[in-house]
């Protein structure tokens, strides 16, 4: 399989429940990202990991955690969720995080009940 | 700081009309900028690029040119099909070579709807 995938692509959960959104890439890249797609704004990052070590944290909360285990995965731990944390969830690779050019998997549809 | 300013949509065309999607950006430096494309229900692809002033990208029949004078950056397609219906996407990198991270500024997004 090629480019950036997701897993799952659509998740509903509870604001006590806790799950993981799972991103891979198979590009071979160092770099990779966590953005949140909210209706009529626009992407926001949340987190950036080069070479697996965490190099941005954008204010995001601590209910969001990350976790790059290795070049090619990148995971969003969710816990105790708010409903307005509903959004589509897009991760995205580069060679490195001084690469102009970054690739996006499909997104993982994310609603909080 | 950084930041891009689209035309707000949606933009509805008949197929085989000309389409226009206005981009600006702000930027201190001279960045790199960019087209993403995102299909119902899918992530964002990348469209086109250009990376320095007067550069043309261009890709599936779909031009940009970076005009830095007009700091714009404006997507074209002579004859648009049902199949570009879409969301499209103009965003900037301001390149760092230093330590700091480069990172991708999106506008809004512009709805690009065309009917038969």
């Known amino acids: 399989e090629t480019g950036v995938t997701q897993t799952p692509r659509h998740l509903v959960m509870g604001m006590t429940n806790k799950k993981s959104l799972k991103c891979e890439q198979h590009?071979?890249?160092?770099?990779m990202y966590w953005y949140k797609q909210s209706a009529k704004k626009p992407l926001e990052l949340m987190f950036v990991?080069?070479?697996?070590?965490?190099?941005e944290n954008n204010s995001v909360p601590s209910r969001f955690s990350p976790e790059c285990p290795n070049s090619s995965h990148l995971f969003l731990h969710l816990h105790t969720l708010q409903p307005e944390d509903s959004a589509l969830y897009l991760c995205?690779?580069?060679?490195?995080?001084?690469?102009?050019?970054?690739?996006f998997g499909p997104g993982t549809r994310l609603t909080v009940l | 700081g950084d930041s891009v300013t689209q035309m707000e949509g949606p933009v509805t065309l008949s197929e085989e009309a000309f389409l226009t999607i206005n981009c600006t950006y702000t930027?201190?430096?001279?960045?790199?900028l960019f087209w993403y494309v995102q299909y119902p229900g899918e992530g964002l692809q990348l469209l086109l690029k250009?990376?320095?002033?007067?550069d043309k990208g261009s890709n599936k029949g779909f031009e940009a040119t970076y005009r830095k004078e007009t700091t714009s950056f404006h997507l074209e397609k002579g004859s648009v099909q049902v199949s570009d219906s879409a969301v499209y996407f103009c965003?900037?990198?301001?390149?760092?070579?230093?330590?700091?991270?480069?990172?991708?500024?999106f506008g809004t997004g512009t709805l690009l709807a065309v009917q038969p």
């Open positions: 990991y080069s070479l697996e070590e965490r190099v």
């Open positions: 965003a900037l990198i301001e390149m760092n070579y230093g330590g700091a991270t480069n990172k991708l500024i």
């Open positions: 250009a990376t320095k002033a007067d």
């Open positions: 590009l071979g890249h160092n770099a």
């Open positions: 995205a690779s580069s060679q490195s995080k001084h690469t102009d050019t970054q690739y």
């Open positions: 930027a201190t430096g001279y960045p790199s």
